[in-house]
T-cell receptor, first 115, second 113 residues
Framework: AQSVTQPDIHITVSEGASLELRCNYSYGATPYLFWYVQSPGQGLQLLLKYFSGDTLVQGIKGFEAEFKRSQSSFNLRKPSVHWSDAAEYFCAVGQGEGSQGNLIFGKGTKLSVKP | DAGITQSPRYKITETGRQVTLMCHQTWSHSYMFWYRQDLGHGLRLIYYSAAADITDKGEVPDGYVVSRSKTENFPLTLESATRSQTSVYFC????????????FGSGTQLSVL
């Protein structure tokens, strides 16, 4: 069965610093991979997704993520964090083309931004 | 463009009472989902539906009932609420396959006393 691990529960970075949030997945074939963001009191919003093709994907709000098959990872990055990026971030994995399986979410990483 | 709306936004109830959380979407998406979000557990799927009158269990279905008589509505009922069902509940929808992009509502915060 597929699974998702986000090793960092809480990360604090300074405004303007770079950011990398880690995500590791367990799945035998090429998965569908997603990053969602949740602002306080809100539902989740899709940041970016990887289905196939270029392993570096661009998302909204200046985020990007890189799929590394050899490491079973899909880490989220941003070169310069803004205070408005403070939120909780969820990585999710789906079973890929033709599958009827549901998305599996990681437990989330809470991002705090220092001024 | 209303999207996906959940009601109520907040609900306090007592143990043993029946509670229904509402979810309505305006996109005519085929798939709809109910998740619960708890600290330390992330999001866990309760039930999902592939179309009207088609529902199926997710990871944590016990104590919950769903129905989908119309494509746009997917209510979640707690038949006899328990304290362990205190949580934030999110409804989501998707236009196609189960594992594509989800569109989420703003959530219902439920407290069972």
């Amino acid at each position: 069965a597929q699974s998702v691990t986000q090793p960092d529960i809480h990360i604090t970075v300074s405004e303007g610093a770079s950011l990398e949030l880690r995500c590791n997945y367990s799945y035998g074939a090429t998965p569908y991979l997603f990053w969602y963001v949740q602002s306080p009191g809100q539902g989740l919003q899709l940041l970016l997704k990887y289905f196939s093709g270029d392993t570096l994907v661009q998302g909204i709000k200046g985020f990007e993520a890189e799929f590394k098959r050899s490491q079973s990872s899909f880490n989220l990055r941003k070169p310069s964090v803004h205070w408005s990026d403070a939120a909780e971030y969820f990585c999710a994995v789906g079973q890929g083309e033709g599958s009827q399986g549901n998305l599996i979410f990681g437990k989330g990483t809470k991002l705090s931004v220092k001024p | 463009d209303a999207g996906i709306t959940q009601s109520p936004r907040y609900k306090i109830t007592e143990t043993g009472r029946q509670v229904t959380l509402m979810c309505h979407q305006t996109w005519s998406h085929s798939y709809m989902f109910w998740y619960r979000q708890d600290l330390g557990h992330g999001l866990r799927l309760i039930y999902y539906s592939a179309a009207a009158d088609i529902t199926d269990k997710g990871e944590v279905p016990d104590g919950y009932v769903v129905s989908r008589s119309k494509t746009e509505n997917f209510p979640l009922t707690l038949e006899s609420a328990t304290r362990s069902q205190t949580s934030v509940y999110f409804c989501a929808s998707s236009p196609r396959r189960l594992n594509e992009k989800l569109f989420f509502g703003s959530g219902t915060q439920l407290s069972v006393l």
